[in-house]
């Protein structure tokens, strides 16, 4: 299986599984962890998702075995992305927490699969390479919409144009992502980290989620707006009156995460 799900308590954890391509990308791929997400989101018992990859890599982006260009004409690339696009857009759109755990080198669609997550722990020996332009390719599956937003234009354009490896402890100090952490402790950590997001009330998350979204594009006038709205729905959760009542009876609350 090039995806392997394993169900914890109150969250699923999906692993690239083809180490001895660094779990390079492949259509199917791509496929099975569509369905494996869109399963994960019709189970009300699964409020978090963790991904990682098993071996030194977390994924090397497509695999170019797979497109490569023959004296027929260059591959359609459309399709293909097409499919990796849809996991971009749900990963996004889910109405749970996804932590990314970066265990080794996330190179090309690989890197930007990971950013795509909400917040992404990286392996310290880990690094992210915007890869494309080695091969003559533009950053996809939302790089150029991620990058920037994260780093900054001049940090962005430089990451996608040299497509040099900028090690994790550096990602984490430029915001990249959350935390560059001990590789013997990014196991741990991850699943300790969304095992604690499971217990957490999920629809504030999911809302919250977005808001963010909504926020790249919008003016602040609309997004007070959307706030205002968004909040009215969130108020109306059984969570926030379990939190609310919960911090007057200085206790922990106990979340459902439901509607
Ligand atoms: O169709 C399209 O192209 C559209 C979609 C594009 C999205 C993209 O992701 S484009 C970017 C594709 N990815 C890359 O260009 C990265 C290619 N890989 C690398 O540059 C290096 O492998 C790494 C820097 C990631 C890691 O280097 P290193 O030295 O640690 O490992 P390695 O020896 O290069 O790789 C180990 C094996 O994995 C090796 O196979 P071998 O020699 O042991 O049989 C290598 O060929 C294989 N591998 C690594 N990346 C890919 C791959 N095989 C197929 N596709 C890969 N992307």
């Known amino acids: 299986m090039a995806i392997l799900v394993e169900k914890h308590p109150g969250y699923r954890q999906?692993?690239?599984?083809?180490?001895?391509?660094?779990?390079?990308?492949?259509?199917?791929?791509?496929?099975?962890l569509l369905a494996?997400?869109?399963?994960?989101?019709?189970?009300?018992?699964?409020?978090?998702?963790l991904l990682t990859g098993v071996g030194r890599g977390f994924c090397a982006g497509q695999d170019l075995t797979e497109v490569m260009p023959t004296e027929a004409g260059p591959p359609d690339l459309g399709p293909l992305?097409?499919?990796?696009?849809?996991?971009?857009?749900?990963?996004?759109a889910l109405p749970m927490p996804v932590v990314c755990a970066v265990n080794g080198v996330a190179a090309g669609a690989g890197a930007n699969l990971a950013l795509a997550c909400d917040i992404v722990l990286a392996a310290k020996s880990a690094s992210f390479i915007e890869?494309?332009?080695?091969?003559?390719?533009i950053p996809d599956v939302g790089g150029t919409w991620t990058l920037p937003r994260l780093v900054g234009?001049?940090?962005?354009r430089a990451l996608a144009i040299l497509a040099e490896p900028l090690p994790a402890e550096r990602a984490a100090a430029w915001g990249l992502i959350w935390q560059a952490v001990d590789d013997d402790a990014l196991m741990p950590e991850a699943q300790a980290l969304t095992?604690?997001?499971?217990?957490?009330?999920?629809?504030?998350?999911?809302?919250?989620?977005?808001?963010?979204?909504?926020?790249?594009?919008?003016?602040?006038?609309?997004?007070?707006?959307?706030?205002?709205?968004?909040q009215d729905e969130?108020?109306?959760?059984?969570?926030y009156a379990e939190g609310v009542r919960a911090f007057l009876e200085k206790r922990a609350p106990k979340f459902t995460g439901r509607r």
């Open 153 to 156: 234009a001049a940090r962005a």
């Open 81 to 92: 992305l097409d499919g990796y696009n849809a996991v971009i857009r749900k990963l996004r």
């Open 36 to 49: 494996a997400l869109d399963e994960a989101e019709r189970d009300p018992g699964c409020r978090a998702i």
């Open 14 to 32: 999906f692993t690239l599984n083809r180490p001895d391509r660094l779990n390079a990308l492949t259509s199917e791929m791509g496929e099975a």
């Open 195 to 230: 095992a604690r997001l499971a217990q957490q009330a999920t629809v504030g998350i999911a809302l919250t989620k977005r808001a963010l979204d909504a926020a790249e594009t919008n003016t602040l006038d609309v997004q007070l707006d959307l706030e205002r709205d968004l």
């Open 131 to 137: 890869a494309f332009a080695k091969i003559g390719l």
């Open 234 to 239: 969130a108020a109306r959760t059984p969570d």
